[in-house]
């Protein structure tokens, strides 16, 4: 069984940066077997929406939104277990709260951690 951790929020002014580690815990090889990582975030009244996604084990393929491209990165540390997300030039409208989770191959995504919450004013 695998969970995923998240940490990193807080408040910031538009314009900012923060960064976000997601980090991955349980039984050894299920977090060895983890396909990939995805971040997602929810704003108040709104639905979860995707973020960004990598590629577990080698950390290659990252995939952005339309809404952060160019703005934030994403990465991994495989001795951390610990992915992370970069987010600059920061807008009131990154204002969420983000979670990760893990994904198999096919899909499926498991592990939600708890949230961290971002607030950027303006």
């Known amino acids: 069984q695998v969970q995923m951790t998240e940490s990193g929020g807080g408040s910031v002014q538009a314009g900012g940066s923060l960064r976000l580690s997601c980090t991955a815990s349980g039984d050894i090889r299920g977090i060895l077997g983890i396909y990939a990582a995805d971040w997602f975030r929810q704003a108040p009244g709104k639905e979860r929406e995707f973020v960004a996604s990598?590629?577990?084990?080698?950390?290659?393929?990252?995939n952005y939104s339309d809404s952060v491209k160019g703005r934030f990165t994403i990465s991994r540390d495989n001795a951390k277990n610990t992915m992370y997300l970069q987010m600059n030039s920061l807008e009131p409208e990154d204002t969420a709260v983000y979670f990760c989770?893990?994904?198999?191959?096919?899909?499926?995504?498991?592990?939600w951690g708890q949230g961290t919450q971002v607030t950027v004013s303006s």
């Open positions: 989770a893990a994904r198999k191959n096919r899909g499926e995504r498991y592990g």
């Open positions: 990598i590629a577990w084990a080698r950390g290659i393929n990252p």
